[in-house]
């Protein structure tokens, strides 16, 4: 080997680890993970943390949105029917507002999709303001989550029932 050779290899190496790498020289530097396979083993646990922890909780919140929309359509039934009865009959607890349109509403697909396994507690007030007349139905549902997470026993839309209360009011004219 020349002098010149020997005097580039030792720049080099004294300006490499300097400077960090330079191109055209070859790293001695091993990786420490083999390169048989061994970063696999990590996949296992980070699909069950992944799919636990994310995938089933985000499908879990989607599901309580949708029974959330679901209670608003419920409540928007039953305030319209309310506006269009009079105040004894809308008020029956076995009448059109508080048990026909609950059990009708369970038999169609949305219904039959929503978490709500029982009746929903529905009041209906009627009252007036400066010479309007007007309905306020309160509709309180309880629904199941879509997924029951038994790694979250008692977080509501996850592992326990979800109670909603939605109101509404309407002008009767």
């Known amino acids: 080997m020349s002098n010149s050779e020997t005097g580039r290899k030792k720049l080099r190496s004294v300006l490499g680890r300097r400077f960090g790498r330079l191109p055209g020289l070859r790293s001695v530097r091993r990786s420490s993970r083999g390169q048989d396979g061994a970063s696999i083993s990590e996949m296992?646990?980070?699909?069950?943390?992944l799919i636990f922890?994310?995938?089933f909780v985000?499908?879990?919140?989607?599901?309580?949105g949708f029974n959330y929309m679901c209670c608003?359509?419920?409540?928007?039934?039953?305030?319209?029917e309310?506006?269009?009865?009079?105040?004894?009959?809308?008020?029956q607890d076995s009448g059109a507002v508080k048990h026909d349109i609950p059990a009708q509403f369970r038999q169609t697909v949305?219904?039959?999709?929503?978490?709500?396994?029982q009746d929903p507690l529905t009041v209906?007030?009627?009252g007036s303001d400066q010479g309007n007349s007007f309905v306020t139905v309160s509709t309180t549902a309880t629904v199941e989550p879509f997924l029951t997470i038994p790694i979250f026993p008692g977080v509501p839309g996850l592992g326990?029932?979800?109670?909603?209360?939605?109101?509404?009011?309407?002008?009767?004219?």
């Open 44 to 49: 296992g646990p980070a699909l069950f943390i």
């Open 82 to 91: 309310a506006a269009k009865l009079p105040s004894q009959v809308a008020d």
């Open 58 to 64: 985000v499908v879990d919140l989607i599901g309580v």
């Open 124 to 126: 209906v007030e009627y």
């Open 160 to 173: 326990a029932p979800v109670k909603f209360t939605v109101s509404g009011t309407r002008l009767i004219i």
């Open 110 to 117: 949305l219904g039959g999709l929503s978490g709500l396994k």
């Open 72 to 80: 608003m359509t419920l409540n928007d039934l039953q305030l319209r």
């Open 53 to 55: 922890c994310g995938l």
